[in-house]
Each structure stands twice: as structure tokens, then as C-alpha cells.
């Protein structure tokens, strides 16, 4: 990155979704052009418009911006807190400090990205030095293009586009020192923001999670020490740690795709395996995500197929109920959404199996599954969960074949073979064998007595038959075809 002369004044560095000091670019550019380099946090009511943050996502903001402060304080500086509407709480902070500049890395949801330019402009206005950088993606979403310059709409081509740019650059080192200023800042009490539960229902959260740059790159270092080189096949086995969990950190910046980026391609030497090469395709969907939601800022509530807007979605609260709760009588499916309820993750095989179960057995709109995800995930993103649940439903970017009906039953079987996941999360049915455990229905009566099962009163019977669910779900994805009225 190029440096400036350092220009006198202090500098405001404005932290969002970049909780960490590690590759932070804005963070880079400050302390290398001011000597006093003032590090600040806002709650905006303006970012929550539509997707107020959830539960869960509250609840890891409160950890990382504790370890965020912690980080900072060993090294000679705090954070700030303040709650308010960015721009006047920005004014403020400059007034109060005597600022200069105010650094900041970009965001890219349609509401804040316009927000942004409003706080950029109305702040150069003012005399004042403002620079934003790109801190969360490996490349801006208008850096890659089709060849007639317009957005990809299939993963293949533009992760290949991608991989045909420059080799991504090395992350930037972490400030030993932090330059503060001799008088601090009044900051707001991060408890008074009541961020946190008031219930224990985040008691899972607690043992599963550490959030925060430290937790982040001990969660890399156990995916490279123990699952990277196994990633393709380990990574649709639930029942096992195959998969890195780097979504939350990475969503709230704790950790960067940069050094991601070169901390696989450092393990392996430069020359990644096809199991990494498979690893690193999964943040390049996270990418794909990025630039789906930048060129086409609708889709989190508005299908990327327009033909699906005149699609007939069920409307049965019993049955979104059964499925919020992982009572739908299908072991993986209530697996899958009884570990997203206790940890705030879910396993991305079985995020695939519960959204196939909500919109084609259930034919329930993809965008109920996205609010219901939206609050209970710790890794709530708006790109990766809008991009999510359009593809399982069939109607987004690079969707699989829309008619696409996961099985759930064959998915338990091929995943989950021992049962390993669902008896974890579905204690109830534990006792029965690997042969009827992702079908207690066809379990004889002398197993089910055997293992204290009474189907309909201590696990509930399947609320849909799956099979003529399927049918009647290729039945209404079939009048997509039909020509409109």
C-alpha cells in the first residue's frame, strides 16, 4: 500500500465489519499518515433498517468489540463507543478530537454503501481527509466482469475470472503501537447498548465460540492443522469437524480472506492441494455473494429469477413453526436446526437439507428461512445468507437445477452414516440403529419400545409425506414454465 507523508492532525478510524488490527487497511493508512490515530465504533440505528441485527449476531458484537478494545489497549490505545447516526456522531467525534482525516473500510450492503457516499461527501465538505479501502474481499465487486463488462451470474466463470487477476496481495502486519491522544474521547458503556441476552439461551454460544482476532486465528490454525487436507470430503460430514467455522470471524472482520488467502497457500508451499484449492473456492462464494448483492441490491427480499416473483409459496405457521423448532419428524432436518438454535452455526450440508425441506417439502417462501437464519446465525451476512437461500430456493445465481429436491432421509444416510450428528442433536431417538435412525417411522414397534420412542408424542411424526411433498413441489415449479397470463 502506498504511504503518504504523515499530515498533522489526528485521524478517526471508523471500525464496522473489520473488528481486528491484523490486515485492517483503514487502520494501515492512519497510523502511517497521523500520529495520533483515534480508533472509534458507532451503533447506527441507520444500518438496521429491513435486517435489524439478530440475537446471535448482537451477541458476538458485544465479545468481539470487547476483545477489539482489549487488543487496542495493550497497545497503547482504546475504542471509543458511540451510538447514533454515523454522520452527525462523525461530526461530533471530529469537533471533539480535532480530527483531520477519517479512515474507513468499505461495506457493500445497498442501504450503508449509500450512506457512505452521503458521510463522504457531506465530511470532504467540511475540509476534511476521507478515505475508504477494501478490507473484506479478496476483489471489489466491480473489479471482475463478464467480457461484454457487465456482472456473472454463475459461480464457475466468475471464480475462474477471479483466479486469472493478480496474485492477491500479502495481508498487512498488525500496529505494534498505537498513537493516542493525551486526553481520551468520552465513550459510551458497551453494556448500556444491552447488546446481550437477557435469557441463557447463549449458554452454547459461550462454550462453542470465542469471538475476537485471537479466536479467529486459532479457529485457521485447527482447520489447517487438522482438516485442510481432507476438506473435500470432510467438509459434508456433519458429524465431524471438517469444516474451518471461520463465518462468523470473517463476517465480522475479525479475520481477513487476505490472510486466509495466504495462510493456505503458506501451509501447502505455495502449491495448494485440490482439498485447499476446494477450500478456497468456498471463499470464493463468499465473493460470488459480495458481487451478486453490489450489482443487484433487490435480492434480499426480491428473487434474482423474475419469473419466480408469480411463484405460489405456502403460507402454514404450524408447519414453519415445526421446522424453526426441529420438530419436522425428519432427524437431519431437526439435527440441523437444533444446532443452529444451541451454537448460532449450522453446518453448511445440512443448511442445504433444512432450506431444501423449507421451500420444496414445505413450499414455504426462501425468504422465511432467510429472516429465521438472519436472526439465529452468528454468521448472519446479508450477501452470503440473500445468496444462500435464492440457490437452494431455486431462484438466485447459479441456482442448481431449481426442481432440485433434497431427500432428506438418503442426504442422513450418505452424510451421516452413523448417526453421529443427529443422535448429538436429536437425543431423543439416540437408541435407535444407524438403519432407522434418519427414519425412525420404519423402525419395527419392539426397537422403538427398546429405544423409548413413542412416534407423535417423543418425537413427532414426519409433518409432511416426502414423497408426495416432492411431487406436488415439481408440480408448481413446473407452471414457472408456462407462458404468463
Known amino acids: 500500500m502506498h504511504l503518504e507523508p504523515r499530515t498533522p492532525g489526528p485521524a478517526l478510524v471508523w471500525f464496522r465489519q473489520d473488528l481486528r488490527l491484523a490486515d485492517n487497511p483503514a487502520l494501515f493508512q492512519a497510523l502511517a499518515n497521523h500520529s495520533v490515530v483515534i480508533p472509534v465504533y458507532i451503533l447506527c440505528p441507520e444500518e438496521e433498517g429491513d435486517w435489524p441485527a439478530g440475537g446471535a449476531t448482537r ?17 497503547g490505545s482504546q475504542l471509543v463507543l458511540r451510538s447514533g447516526p454515523a454522520l452527525p456522531e462523525l461530526q461530533r467525534l471530529v469537533a471533539e478530537s480535532g480530527a483531520t482525516a477519517v479512515y474507513w473500510n468499505r461495506r457493500y450492503e445497498p442501504a450503508i454503501t449509500s450512506r457512505d457516499q452521503l458521510v463522504k461527501t457531506e465530511l470532504r465538505r467540511g475540509g476534511l481527509t476521507v478515505e475508504s479501502f477494501n ?12 467480457k461484454t463488462g457487465g456482472p456473472y451470474q454463475v459461480f464457475t466463470p466468475f471464480w475462474k475470472a477471479c483466479l486469472s487477476k493478480p496474485t492477491v496481495s500479502s495481508p498487512l502486519d498488525p500496529p505494534e ?45 485447527r482447520f489447517l492443522k487438522d482438516a485442510a ?16 467455522r471461520l463465518s462468523p470471524h470473517l463476517h465480522f472482520g475479525e479475520i481477513s480472506p487476505r490472510q486466509v488467502w495466504e495462510a493456505i497457500h503458506t501451509a501447502f508451499r505455495g502449491t495448494p492441494s485440490e482439498d485447499a484449492r476446494t477450500f478456497l473456492s468456498e471463499i470464493g462464494w463468499r465473493e460470488f455473494a459480495y458481487h451478486i448483492l453490489f450489482h443487484f441490491p433487490q435480492t434480499p427480499t426480491t428473487p434474482l429469477r423474475a419469473d419466480f416473483q ?37 453446518h453448511n450440508r445440512v443448511r442445504m437439507i433444512v432450506g431444501s425441506f423449507l421451500t420444496k417439502d414445505l413450499r414455504i417462501s426462501w425468504t422465511e428461512g ?9 454468521d448472519a451476512d446479508l450477501a452470503s445468507n440473500t445468496m444462500g437461500w435464492q440457490w437452494i430456493g431455486g431462484c438466485g445465481a447459479d441456482a442448481a437445477p431449481y426442481f432440485r429436491v433434497f431427500n432428506p432421509m438418503t442426504q442422513g444416510e450418505k452424510f451421516d452414516p452413523e448417526g453421529t450428528y443427529v443422535r448429538r442433536w436429536v437425543p431423543e431417538i439416540a437408541q435407535l440403529s444407524n438403519r432407522s435412525i434418519h427414519q425412525p417411522w420404519t423402525a419395527s414397534s ?38 404468463k397470463r
Not at 206 to 220: I, K, Y
Request: glycine share 10%; no cysteine.
Open 59 to 75: 451477541w458476538w458484537l458485544n465479545q468481539s468489540l470487547e476483545s477489539l478494545d482489549r487488543d487496542l489497549r495493550v497497545r
Open 135 to 146: 478490507g473484506s474481499l479478496l476483489f471489489e465487486p466491480w473489479e471482475v466482469a463478464t
Open 177 to 221: 503501537a498505537m498513537g493516542g491522544p493525551s486526553q481520551w474521547l468520552s465513550t459510551e458503556a458497551l453494556g448500556d447498548w444491552k447488546l446481550l441476552p437477557r435469557l441463557s439461551w447463549d449458554a452454547g454460544f459461550r462454550e462453542d465460540w470465542s469471538p475476537g482476532e485471537a479466536g479467529a486465528a486459532r479457529h485457521l490454525a
Open 229 to 244: 487436507s481432507t476438506y473435500r470430503e470432510g467438509r459434508n460430514a456433519p458429524g465431524v469437524a471438517g469444516t474451518s
Open 310 to 346: 408469480r411463484f405460489t409459496w405456502e403460507t402454514n405457521s404450524v408447519h414453519l413453526r415445526a421446522w424453526q423448532r426441529g420438530l419436522t419428524g425428519y432427524p437431519i432436518v431437526d439435527a440441523g436446526m437444533r444446532e443452529l438454535w444451541t451454537t448460532g452455526w449450522m
Open 370 to 378: 432467510a429472516r429465521w437464519f438472519w436472526d439465529t446465525l452468528l
Open 446 to 483: 419392539s426397537e422403538l419400545e427398546h429405544a423409548g420412542i413413542v412416534l407423535g408424542t417423543t418425537y413427532p411424526q414426519p409433518i409432511v409425506d416426502h414423497a408426495e411433498a416432492r411431487v406436488q413441489a415439481l408440480a408448481a415449479f413446473a407452471k414457472l414454465k408456462e407462458p
